[in-house]
């Protein structure tokens, strides 16, 4: 595991060797985009069922944040774009 605060987690998973590096930008008061990474994917986590599965945490995530920070509004949600996609 490698950490880099407040910027950058990244890990490899023993199970499968996928590593996932997560980067946090700022980008103004309160307000963090949160990117992740996943290389080396097994198929089975390629899937439309498992990508169906991982929107749904990050839905979870943001609600639970917008929760903690008491933000009346909800922030857009999470979009996948594939590796080589837009920055």
């Not at 990508?51 to 609600?63: K, Q």
Request: glycine share 10%.
């Amino acid at each position: 595991m490698e950490v880099v605060p407040p910027e950058r987690l990244t890990w490899t998973e023993s199970g499968t060797g996928m590593t996932i590096t997560t980067t946090f930008h700022e980008l103004g008061p309160s307000r963090t985009e949160v990117r992740i990474v996943q290389t080396n994917v097994p198929a089975a986590v390629r899937t439309p069922e498992a990508r169906a599965g991982f929107l749904t945490s990050l839905d979870r995530l943001t609600a639970h944040l917008s929760q903690l920070t008491g933000a009346s509004s909800q922030p857009p949600g999470p979009r996948l774009v594939p590796a080589g996609g837009p920055e």
